[in-house]
């Protein structure tokens, strides 16, 4: 398996970012500022050491540990002694006690004639643990950082409060340039475990794209003999980190984890969560609910038609924390006295029916990228239709806004079944259902996973078109 697979868009930002502080090398604020933020476990601190790797300049790596602020500054002073910055040295001897004299001392010592990088990790704890913190970081960047050609990458994995960083109430707003680092894409996959086009969006769907889940998936093993092998080790990365993940970002008093595990086995409503979270009050799960959304752990979303909606349903947003919700955690007490097995048959039976809605998010993102396409249109908006019985329920609404649009572009289903492609039984669902929404006869298109046995569509797409549409962008 390549040391290092992905993220080219990444690190040309940063290579780019990094050429633009090289070519100011004597001006008055060479410096850059870049804020990274990212959900846990999906790789920026990876994508952050690869970028120094290639970029062969002086540099600091400091991770933050979550302790007091002398604690941090202690770890400060460790990882400036393995720093490549010339006259670390000089840090140790002074030893500040104080965080503004750090960061005075860290101007001091970088490099007037040359790029350097100064990387902090896990912004949010200094945030929290670091009295004034902000502030100090601002001042230290206006007056002293910036004056010296360095690229300072701020790099977080609570996405609510690295956009706090960046508000207009907040010191340091506008200082840094917004960069979001997201999951492996499925093309990337295809290519890090050796997978057809099918297979590399189940292997999203189970990893979530996550490197660390994704480097114990031996390349070219099906998803049956991952999910053999990593059932059979009870501290595989696939069954642990999202307990991890879970327990770092939500307190045990909080309502969250309940809520998240109620919309993790299939409620998509309001009340239906309510209920399945233990019957909790309204004002409990609206907190709760606001809170997982917040952190990017829960999407929402609402039908995309012409007319106004207030169906909202819920969803897990992240791929493998969903797959984890559905499977693994109901059943950690089996997995650990050694009968996965036990495991891997329930996921049997279950995975074709899960499969096919989970894939639906996926799949959306994927014919937004690809579009225009297949004699469709671009469509700035690409969802779904339903009502609240769900007598109508439309896989693919293409449209130039959303939620309520001013022009629907497309219609279309998602069969994502083996060994039945769309048919002629699809297609008549789909025109129903299309008089149901609308009298214009709006393109229809089918998104199946083993083809299409039918006339009459538009367009057609099936996992090879949609994995190249990852590979474009």
Known sequence: MPRFIGRKRELHTLRNTLDEVRSAVGAARPGQCVLMRGRRRVGKSTLVEEFLRQAA?????????????????????????????????????????????AFRLLAEILPDDTPSVVVIDEVPYLMERVDAFEGMLQRAWDRLLSRKPVLLLLVGSDPSMMRALDSHERPFHQRGREMVVGPLNPADLGDMLDLAPAEAFDAALITGGLPLICREWRPGASMWEFLETALENPISALLVSAERSLAAEFPAQAMGREVLRAIGTGERTFSNIAR????????????????????????????????????????????????WLAFLDPHMAEIERMRGDLTLTRIGSGWTGWRGRAVEPLVRESLARILPAGGLPAAPAVGGYWTRSNDVEIDLVGADRQPVAERLLFLGSIKWLEASPFDAHDLAALHKHRAMLTEDPIPLVAVSRSGVDSPGLQAAFGPADLLEAWRAG
Do not use: C
């Not at 460790?78 to 910055?85: F, G, H, P, R, V």
């Open 276 to 323: 399945a979270a233990g019957g909790i009050a309204h004002s409990t799960l609206t907190r709760a609910a606001d809170l997982l959304i917040d952190k990017q752990v829960v999407a929402t979303e609402l039908p995309l038609s012409l007319r106004p909606s207030k169906e909202r349903r819920y969803r897990v947003a992240d791929p493998y924390l969903r797959f």
């Open 57 to 101: 300049v002086p540099y600091l790596f400091f991770t933050a540990g979550g302790g007091s602020a002398e604690d941090e500054l202690a770890e400060l002073l460790d990882a400036m002694k393995q720093s490549t910055l010339p006259d670390h040295s000089v840090f140790a001897e002074e030893a500040p006690t104080q965080w503004n004299a």
